[in-house]
C-alpha cells in the first residue's frame, strides 16, 4: 500500500511540473471554404474567371500568444493529372485552375510558395476571422465538351503554429461545379397585361403577366422593357420586372407587373373604350 501511494504521489507531482507553455496552448482553427460555380461558353474568346472566398477562424486561450502564424493551401482536386486541375462529366474533363489573384497569375496549391501564408493578430480578443478571396479560371477554347455540369472536390488545408510550438492542422473541403455551354432564353414569353376596367378619377388598376427564362447553372442574365412606362386612352402607366438572376439550368418563372396611378381622366370619346401597347422584352446574358 506504502509504494501505491507513493507513485501517486509522484504523478501528480509530475503533471503539475508540466511547462506552463504545453498547458496553455489552446489554439484552435477551422477552415471554411465557398465553392465554385461558373458557366463556361468555349466560344467566348476569353478565360472564365469566377470569384470565391475561404474563411479562417482560431480561437485562443487568454494566456497565448495575440498572434499566430498560418499557411492556406490547395490541394489539386479529386481528377488531377500532375499539377494540373479538371472538373469531370463522365469520361471528359475541363481543364480550370485556383488562384490567388484575378488575373490568373498566382496560383493557389499545395506545392512551391504557391499558397496563403501570413499572421493572424487577435487584436486582444479570444478569437479572429479571416476571409481570403480566390478566383477559378477557366481556359478559353475547350471545345467539344459534351452539353452539362462539370464537377470536382478540392480540399483546403490550414497550418497553423508559432515558433517552437508544435503545428496543428485543420481542413475544409469544397466543390467546384461548371456548367456548359452558356445559353440562355426565354422559353416561355409574355402574355397580355391587362388592367381591367379603369373609372375616371377612381382607384388604381393592376395588372400581371408570367413568363419563363432557362439559363445555364451558374449563369448571370439581366433582363430590361424598352419602356417602363406608357399611355394607353389617356391614362399613364407604368411597368416594372426583375433586374435579372442566375440560372438555375431549369425554367425560372418571372412577373411583369404595372399599374396605372389612381385620379386620371384619361381620353374616351364614348362610355367605354380600350387601347394596347406592345413593349419588348430583351434578356441579356
Same mark, same amino acid.
Do not use: E
Given at each position: ?138 481556359? +478559353? *477554347? %475547350?471545345? $467539344? ?5 462539370? /464537377?470536382?472536390?478540392?480540399?483546403? =488545408? #490550414? !497550418? &497553423? ?103 386620371? +381622366? *384619361? %381620353?374616351? $370619346? ?5 387601347? /394596347?401597347?406592345?413593349?419588348?422584352? =430583351? #434578356? !441579356? &446574358?
Amino acid at each position: 500500500m506504502k509504494t501505491n501511494a507513493t507513485l501517486s504521489l509522484m504523478l501528480v507531482l509530475a503533471w503539475c511540473l508540466l511547462p506552463a507553455d504545453a498547458a496553455h496552448a489552446l489554439y484552435s482553427c477551422s477552415v471554411t471554404p465557398s465553392g465554385i460555380g461558373a458557366a463556361y461558353d468555349p466560344l467566348a474568346g476569353a478565360a472564365k474567371v469566377t470569384q470565391s472566398s475561404v474563411t479562417v477562424t482560431c480561437l485562443r486561450a487568454a494566456s497565448d500568444s495575440g498572434t499566430l502564424d498560418y499557411v492556406l493551401t490547395a490541394s489539386n482536386g479529386a481528377n488531377s493529372t500532375g499539377q494540373g486541375n479538371f472538373a469531370r462529366l463522365g469520361a471528359q474533363t475541363m481543364s480550370y485552375d485556383l488562384f490567388r489573384d484575378s488575373l490568373c497569375t498566382v496560383r493557389w496549391r499545395s506545392t512551391g510558395n504557391n499558397y496563403f501564408s501570413g499572421t493572424l493578430n487577435f487584436a486582444g480578443a479570444l478569437s479572429t476571422t479571416l476571409t481570403l478571396d480566390y478566383w477559378a479560371c477557366i481556359p +478559353a *477554347g %475547350q471545345t $467539344g465538351l459534351a452539353a452539362g455540369t462539370y /464537377t470536382d472536390s478540392v480540399v483546403a =488545408t #490550414l !497550418t &497553423y503554429g508559432n515558433t517552437n510550438k508544435t503545428l496543428q492542422t485543420a481542413t475544409g473541403g469544397f466543390g467546384a461545379a461548371i456548367s456548359t455551354p452558356a445559353q440562355c432564353l426565354i422559353s416561355s414569353p409574355p402574355g397580355l397585361i391587362d388592367f381591367g376596367t379603369y373609372v375616371a378619377f377612381g382607384g388604381a388598376a393592376t395588372g400581371s403577366t408570367t413568363f419563363g427564362v432557362t439559363c445555364t447553372s451558374y449563369l448571370s442574365y439581366t433582363l430590361a422593357l424598352d419602356a417602363t412606362f406608357g399611355v394607353l386612352t389617356g391614362l399613364n402607366y407604368v411597368l416594372s420586372l426583375p433586374a435579372g438572376g442566375v440560372g438555375t439550368g431549369a425554367q425560372q418563372m418571372l412577373s411583369i407587373t404595372g399599374s396605372v396611378p389612381p385620379g386620371q +381622366a *384619361g %381620353q374616351c $370619346g364614348a362610355g367605354t373604350c380600350s387601347g /394596347t401597347n406592345l413593349h419588348t422584352l =430583351t #434578356l !441579356t &446574358y
